[in-house]
């Protein structure tokens, strides 16, 4: 089946500092990937859609500059939280897209960033 | 602007009976339903997904209905089961088969009780 390896799974950084989440589609190539943000007892709520070789589109109210997106490779995309303040601890979590597929959407696991 | 709603926030059930997970959405362009199964500090996981071209679609313990008319779907798990306490997400897409953004619900806390 479709696995989607997510990295780190946690990390702590202190403000002002960067930190890079990564998500690798292990068995598929995907042509597109999503990049999620969920606040406690809240939805999933889509940052960015990125389709590899092409500039993430990112969703009303997403900082693109804050939240850089790379999707280099069919197998690697890459979230960038940059300058990171308190507010920006969360679950991040990306999912990737199988075209073709009736259910083309596998999550990660997701990583729970603090900033303090 | 919740374009996917679940009402219930929370879920109590026992255990062998049926649960009863409802979603409504707002978009008439959403074609594609999927429900997701998520534990804390983990991803989703996918369980079972429906065409606009159905209202019934069927899995094992979990069978999906749409009712497009009232812009409904609802997720039924018999028997239930304590390994089912989870939160459950309903999602919604423009088209299927992957490439296009999902819209997820508020999420239903679902426990089942012994």
């Known amino acids: 089946g479709a696995v989607v390896s997510q990295h780190p799974s946690r990390v702590i950084c202190k403000s002002g500092t960067s930190v890079k989440i990564e998500c690798r589609s292990l068995d598929f190539q995907a042509t597109t990937m999503f990049w999620y943000r969920q606040f406690p007892k809240q939805s999933l709520m889509l940052m960015a859609t990125s389709n590899e070789g092409s500039k993430a589109t990112y969703e009303q109210g997403v900082e693109k500059d804050k939240f850089l997106i790379n999707h280099a490779s069919l197998t690697l995309s890459t979230l960038t939280v940059t300058s990171a303040h308190p507010e920006d601890s969360s679950f991040y979590i990306c999912?990737?897209?199988?075209?073709?597929?009736?259910?083309?959407?596998?999550f990660g696991s997701g990583t729970r960033l603090t900033v303090v | 602007d919740q374009q996917v709603k679940q009402n219930s926030p929370s879920l109590s059930v026992q255990e062998g009976r049926i649960s009863i997970l409802n979603c409504d959405y707002t978009n008439s362009m959403f074609d594609y339903f999927l429900w997701y199964k998520k534990y804390p500090a983990e991803g989703p996981t996918f369980l079972i997904s429906i065409s606009s071209i159905k209202d019934k679609n069927e899995d094992g313990r979990f069978t999906v209905f749409l009712n497009k008319s009232a812009k409904h779907l609802s997720l039924h798990i018999v028997p239930s089961q304590p390994g089912d306490s989870a939160v459950y997400f309903c999602?919604?897409?423009?088209?299927?088969?992957?490439?296009?953004?999902?819209?997820f619900g508020t999420g239903t806390q679902l426990k089942v009780e012994l």
């Open positions: 999912s990737a897209s199988r075209q073709g597929y009736n259910y083309g959407y596998t």
């Open positions: 999602a919604a897409s423009a088209r299927a088969g992957g490439g296009n953004k999902l819209t």
